[in-house]
C-alpha cells in the first residue's frame, strides 16, 4: 500500500566525493514535502479532537497531505 521495495538512505560522514552530495540533495528534495506534511499536521487541532474509528481518521489525514503537498508543489 504505497510502500517501495527501495529504501533510500542518504551517504553520511565528511568529505564525500560529489556524486555522494548530489545524491544526498536529490534525497532531500524528495524528503522535504513529507516532513513539510507531517510538521503542517502537527498543528492541525482538528486531528487531536477526532473521536472516529482509526479508518476514517487515516483518510482525513491523508486528504489533508494531498491538499499539502498539491499546495507546496
Known amino acids: ?8 538512505c542518504p551517504f553520511k560522514g565528511r568529505g ?3 556524486w555522494k552530495k548530489d545524491a544526498n540533495s536529490e534525497h ?17 487541532d482538528i486531528l487531536r479532537r477526532l473521536r472516529c474509528c482509526p479508518h476514517r481518521a487515516g483518510e482525513i489525514t491523508r486528504a489533508v497531505l494531498v491538499l499539502q503537498l498539491r499546495e507546496t508543489g
Open 1 to 8: 500500500m504505497g510502500l517501495s521495495e527501495v529504501v533510500l
Open 16 to 18: 564525500k566525493p560529489q
Open 28 to 44: 532531500a528534495k524528495l524528503r522535504s514535502p513529507g516532513e513539510r506534511a507531517i510538521a503542517q499536521l502537527k498543528n492541525w
